[in-house]
Structure formats: structure tokens, C-alpha cells
């Protein structure tokens, strides 16, 4: 099996920071891309930010020079920082990862989500 879980949301005030943690752990061979998402009320889930297995990244317009993953391969956790939070952030955020599983096949898995709130 695997599983992935976020950590690090919780209430913010505005201008504020988080920093998002996703640990995968079960039988991984090896992690491919990697990602997370928000989804708020009322809106469909779309991209924050990715990273790739060489450290490539790309962000979400709404996020760009504001928010910065990264990822450590040793303990197959990917992070995302959050600064100069705003209230248009609130959402709940989700880990995304493309794993290559010991048995051979590669999926894309996703975290059970971590709500971020941005409000004074």
C-alpha cells in the first residue's frame, strides 16, 4: 500500500505563513512528480504548484513569488511554503505524487487533504 498524509494547515491571519508537509510512506520504489492542489468552497480542485523528480517546478499564477515547494527524496516528503497569505487562499489544500510502486505499477496517489484558513 500507499498512503500519503498532509500535515501543517491550520488558521491564519492574513500576510501570514504555513508550511505544508506530505509524507508517503508503504511500498514505494521510487517518487515521480509531485504536487499539491486546493480546492474551495464552491470551486473545482486545481494546481497550486508541482515539482519533478530532477527539482523542476511550476507554480499557479495566484501563487507565483508567494509559495515555494520543495521536496527531500530521502524521506519521500514534499513541502509547500505559503507566505503573504490571503484570504483567497482558504481551501483545502491536497498532496498529489506519481509513485512507481515495488510491484512494477505507477499510479498518481492523493492525501486525504489538510484545510488552510486565511481570515482575521
Known amino acids: 500500500q500507499v498512503q500519503l498524509v498532509e500535515s501543517g494547515g491550520g488558521l491564519v491571519q492574513p500576510g501570514g505563513s504555513l508550511r505544508l508537509s506530505c509524507a508517503g510512506s508503504?511500498?514505494?520504489?521510487?517518487?515521480?512528480?509531485l504536487g499539491w492542489y486546493r480546492q474551495a468552497p464552491g470551486k473545482e480542485r486545481d494546481m497550486v504548484a508541482a515539482i519533478t523528480s530532477g527539482g523542476g517546478t511550476n507554480y499557479a499564477d495566484s501563487v507565483k513569488g508567494r509559495f515555494t515547494i520543495s521536496r527531500d527524496n530521502a524521506k519521500n516528503t514534499v513541502y509547500l511554503q505559503m507566505n503573504s497569505l490571503k484570504p483567497e487562499d482558504t481551501a483545502v489544500y491536497y498532496c498529489?505524487?506519481?509513485?512507481?510502486?515495488?510491484?512494477?505499477?505507477?499510479?498518481?496517489?492523493w492525501g486525504r487533504g489538510t484545510q488552510v484558513t486565511v481570515s482575521s
Open positions: 508503504g511500498s514505494i520504489f521510487s517518487v515521480y512528480a
Open positions: 498529489n505524487a506519481r509513485i512507481r510502486r515495488i510491484s512494477g505499477v505507477t499510479n498518481n496517489y
